[in-house]
């Protein structure tokens, strides 16, 4: 079936420096990659999303590269702050099938 | 524009009971999609509801089953309540069913006994 691999599981990184997180889909007809930031306790919230007729898309200090062929998306923030810690998860849709899959999550620690 | 609202926020049942909760969409939504989100996971899709109708369906037992109402709001119906269902369940609204931005309510946290 349909599958979303996320690494890293858990990253830190001191305030300031930047983040990546990856993620890999199986479904070569998915055409819509959003990216959600989960606090603790609190609802996913969409953070910025890339469709497939785009190379790469980005807002302010959040930007998402999307590479098809190797069917690779990563997420990365620029200059982090310590409110940038949260629990990230990338997903992955195909027109058609009307849902989402999920990354299992990578936990973003930024140390002041 | 009012967001996604979920209630009750948390719950306790015994195995073997029923549950219901419940879901309104953002105002102009006529999607509804659910998900389970096991401690320390992703959101697993459950099913989606378009205009009252099952629209997609995850890897879940029929023992989930939901519906749609005219106002676009909706239900998850979970029976024969298991230990492994104990999540939080989250609901997200969107604007068309086909890849349109997909926005959560706080979830309802199920804890299964």
């Known amino acids: 079936g349909e599958n979303v691999e996320q690494h890293p599981s858990t990253l830190s990184v001191q305030e300031g420096d930047s983040a990546v997180i990856k993620c890999t889909y199986s479904?070569?007809?998915?055409?819509?990659f959003p990216w959600y930031k989960q606090e603790l306790g609190k609802r996913p919230q969409l953070i910025i999303d890339?469709?497939?007729?785009?190379g790469e898309k980005k807002d302010q200090r959040i930007a998402v590269t999307l590479n098809k062929t190797a069917k690779h998306f990563s997420l990365h923030i620029t200059e982090t702050q310590p409110e940038d810690s949260a629990v990230y998860f990338c997903?992955?849709?195909?027109?058609?099938?009307?849902?989402?899959?999920f990354g299992t999550g990578t936990r973003l620690k930024v140390l002041a | 524009e009012t967001g996604v609202t979920q209630s009750p926020t948390h719950l306790i049942k015994t195995r073997g009971q029923q549950v219901t909760l419940r879901c309104s969409s953002q105002?102009?939504?006529?999607?509804v999609s659910w998900y389970q989100q096991a401690l320390g996971q992703g959101p697993q899709f459950i099913f989606q509801?378009?205009?009252?109708?099952?629209?997609g369906r995850g890897n879940f037992p029929p023992r989930f089953s939901g519906l749609q109402f005219p106002n676009y709001s909706s239900e998850l119906n979970v029976n024969a309540l298991e230990l492994d269902d104990s999540a939080l369940y989250l609901c997200?609204?969107?604007?068309?069913?086909?890849?349109?931005?997909?926005?959560f309510g706080p979830g309802t946290r199920l804890l299964v006994l």
């Open positions: 997200a609204s969107s604007l068309e069913r086909e890849g349109q931005t997909q926005y």
């Open positions: 997903a992955a849709y195909t027109s058609g099938t009307y849902k989402y899959i």
């Open positions: 105002s102009g939504h006529n999607t």
């Open positions: 890339i469709r497939s007729n785009v």
């Open positions: 509801y378009y205009r009252e109708e099952e629209n």
């Open positions: 479904d070569s007809a998915s055409n819509y």
